[in-house]
């Protein structure tokens, strides 16, 4: 697997780096191929995308709109987002 050496990273950048590695249980290595992956791949982590489409289903079963598994499905087979 390729390496990347970052140099003259900022202490402040740095810090900050190494205070959002750990409230995330990573390492400073992973948090940061983790945002790269996520301002390549939309912004969007996985855990997000999935923490953001739990809130949906949770709003919309609150207004008795039900949305399953095949729905989605069927959606993304038919070309919509």
Known sequence: MPTITL???PPTLHRRLK???GRHFRSLNSEILARLT???DGGMSEPEV???AKAWRTRLAERGVWVTEG???EAR???RP
């Open 77 to 79: 087979d038919a070309g």
């Open 38 to 40: 996520a301002s390549l």
């Open 7 to 9: 140099k003259n990273v």
């Open 19 to 21: 205070e959002q590695a």
């Open 71 to 73: 729905d989605i499905r």
């Open 50 to 52: 999935l923490a953001r």
